[in-house]
C-alpha cells in the first residue's frame, strides 16, 4: 500500500526556517507530480509546491515564492520543502500529495487538491511572532 509520511514540522519564530521531508513507501512515485498544501485554522487547504517528476517543473504559490524551494531526492523517494523567513501566516499542517498528470496540464490541475490522489497524514507548522 502506498504510504506518503510527512516530518520536520514544528514550532519556529518568525523569521526562522524549516525543511519538511515526505517520504513515499509502498509503491514508486517516478512519473508523478509530488505537491505540497497547507490547512490553516479555519482555512481551506491550499497549494503550496509542486514538482512533475516526469518534466522537472516546479510550481510555487505566490504568497510564498521567494521564500521556499522543493526538491526531490529519487534514490531516497523523498519530496522536500525548504521554507524561510516564516510567518505567523504561515502557521498550518502542511500535507504532501502525490498525483498522477498524463499530458499536458495546467497549472491549475497541478495546484487543485482534488487532483491528487494520495495525501500524507499532515506535520504541524507553528511560527510564532
Known amino acids: 500500500q502506498v504510504q506518503l509520511v510527512e516530518s520536520g514540522g514544528g514550532l519556529v519564530q518568525a523569521g526562522g526556517s524549516l525543511r519538511l521531508s515526505c517520504a513515499a513507501s509502498g509503491g514508486t512515485f517516478s512519473g508523478y507530480t509530488m505537491g505540497w498544501f497547507r490547512q490553516g485554522p479555519g482555512k481551506e487547504r491550499e497549494f503550496v509546491a509542486a514538482i512533475s517528476r516526469n518534466s522537472g517543473n516546479i510550481y510555487y504559490a505566490d504568497s510564498m515564492k521567494g521564500r521556499i524551494t522543493i526538491s526531490t531526492d529519487n534514490a531516497k523517494n523523498t519530496v522536500y520543502l525548504q521554507m524561510n523567513s516564516l510567518q505567523p501566516e504561515d502557521t498550518a499542517v502542511y500535507y504532501c500529495?502525490?498525483?498522477?498528470?498524463?499530458?499536458?496540464?495546467?497549472?491549475?490541475?497541478?495546484?487543485?487538491?482534488?487532483?491528487?490522489?494520495?495525501w500524507g497524514q499532515g506535520t504541524q507548522v507553528t511560527v510564532s511572532s
Open positions: 500529495a502525490g498525483g498522477r498528470f498524463v499530458g499536458m496540464v495546467t497549472t491549475t490541475v497541478i495546484t487543485t487538491a482534488r487532483n491528487y490522489g494520495y
